[in-house]
């Protein structure tokens, strides 16, 4: 089985300052890796994932993710910052030709402080 | 441009009530899920579903069926409403599964209350 820790519930971060997201995830198989996020009242969708190649991935509204195997991490980052990021985000984890399931992380709220 | 969309998007039940959250995507994937969002605790699989006539159980379903009678529709019944059922209610699809590396794409969700 597989499961996510996201060490933050709430992250406040200045506009225009960088942020990091942490995630941590447990599996004894290999994994594919998620990061959502869900605007207020929305549903989720795709920031980015990691399926396999290089271990940084870039993903939508210039956020990024690093898939750390030796550490079992992929943090998410941003250089800067703004208003509309505000939003929570959840880290998910599926196991590689798995069953369908898709283990989601608690979420971290992060508030953008203008 | 609808995507997943599901209805209604807010409803309040009393205990014992049943009720039939709607669920319908436009995209052709084969698979579809319903998971519930309660706060702190991340998103739990409900019930999937990987094709018309195949339906299986998430972490959480006691008190809630399904049916995929269609490639589009996947309805999510709650029967004899429980306190513990208030949720959000998040209706999703992907076009393979999560075990193949696709992405899951989320309806806007719905806000369920049982009194």
């Known amino acids: 089985a597989q499961s996510v820790t996201q060490l933050d519930s709430q992250v406040p971060v200045f506009e225009e300052a960088p942020v990091e997201l942490r995630c941590n995830y447990s599996s004894s198989v290999s994994v594919y890796l998620f990061w959502y996020v869900q605007y207020p009242n929305q549903g989720l969708q795709l920031l980015l994932k990691?399926?396999?190649?290089?271990?940084l991935v870039k993903g939508i509204n210039g956020f990024e993710a690093e898939f750390n195997k030796s550490q079992t991490s992929f943090h998410l980052r941003k250089p800067s910052v703004h208003i509309s990021d505000t939003a929570e985000y959840f880290c998910?984890?599926?196991?590689?030709?798995?069953?369908?399931?898709?283990?989601f992380g608690t979420g971290t709220r992060l508030t953008i402080i203008p | 441009n609808a995507g997943v969309t599901q209805t209604p998007k807010f409803r309040i039940l009393k205990i014992g009530q049943s009720m039939t959250l709607q669920c319908t995507q436009d995209?052709?994937?084969?698979?579809m899920y319903w998971y519930r969002q309660d706060p702190g605790m991340g998103l739990k699989l409900i019930y999937y579903s990987v094709g018309a006539g195949i339906t299986d159980k998430g972490e959480v379903p006691n008190g809630y069926n399904v049916s995929r009678s269609t490639t589009e529709d996947f309805p999510l019944r709650l029967e004899l409403a429980a306190p513990s059922q208030t949720s959000v209610y998040f209706c999703?699809?992907?076009?393979?599964?999560?075990?193949?590396?696709?992405?899951?794409?989320f309806g806007e969700g719905s806000w369920l209350t049982v009194v």
């Open positions: 995209m052709n994937h084969n698979y």
């Open positions: 999703a699809s992907s076009p393979g599964g999560v075990g193949t590396g696709n992405t899951i794409y």
């Open positions: 998910a984890v599926s196991a590689q030709f798995g069953n369908e399931k898709l283990t």
């Open positions: 990691y399926l396999s190649g290089s271990t």
